[in-house]
């Protein structure tokens, strides 16, 4: 049996990879999606209402219509189907998303309070922060200015953020979505407000991480004083 040269070797690699990569794409023109449950027989409970997660798009930009409704009984005497949901979730960014102008062109901690119908934003520019004891419960406003470029109308995007304390622990993971919406700007830009409930327990420099995905877009860091 003669031995296989290097470059069959690096060939057979080759096809195999390429067998081995998947690429999944799903077209729903035309179709009518159902979550509700179906309505039971006689003497027979109806069906559980499901879930449907759709990603990435807005529900101004999914055409396709979704009937979340029950099913009434198939007979006397026999139970409805439970109702369905139909749930829009921001998708990760990716690299595409970058090279089309993703970014965050500002990101600062606010203290906003309402006066008169007024919205006021105070301390943008905070070095630090004191607080009154420890452990101690804050809330940090934390505003991030997002440019989306040229990513396409009606694209749901994910906002991923997280807070680490000055020990190195992460006292905070949470997200929001962002839709994209139509709008007549020239410079698509979007305030993102993002609520971070946090228990001190430790002072000195904590650092607030926003990205998509596994692609970071920004950071934060205040410190956090005892005061007096």
């Not at 991923?160 to 698509?188: K, M, N, P």
């Amino acid at each position: 049996m003669s031995a296989l040269s290097d470059s069959l070797v690096a060939e057979l690699q080759k096809t195999m990879e390429s067998h081995l990569r998947t690429s999944v794409y799903m077209d729903f023109h035309g179709a009518q999606l159902k979550a509700g449950g179906e309505g039971g027989y006689l003497g027979g409970a109806g069906g559980e209402g499901g879930i449907i997660n759709i990603v990435g798009v807005t529900p101004a930009g999914f055409h396709e219509p979704i009937d979340v409704h029950g099913g009434e009984g198939q007979t006397p005497g026999g139970g409805g189907g439970g109702g369905g949901i139909a749930n829009y979730r921001g998708r990760p960014a990716d690299v595409d998303d970058l090279e089309n102008g993703l970014q965050i062109s500002s990101i600062f901690l606010a203290n906003a309070i309402q006066v008169q119908g007024l919205f006021s934003v105070l301390g943008g520019g905070w070095a630090y922060y004191e607080v009154p004891s420890l452990p101690y419960n804050l809330q940090l406003n934390l505003i991030c200015i997002v440019e989306t470029g040229t990513i396409p109308i009606n694209t749901m995007l994910r906002i991923d953020y997280s807070v680490q304390d000055a020990e190195g622990h992460t006292a905070l993971i949470s997200y929001s979505d962002l839709s994209i919406s139509q709008t007549t700007a020239l410079v698509r830009r979007w305030c993102v407000p993002l609520f971070l409930p946090l228990k001190v327990n430790c002072i000195g420099i904590w650092r607030i991480t926003v990205s998509s995905g596994s692609l970071p877009l920004a950071s934060h860091d205040i410190e956090l004083r005892l005061a007096g």
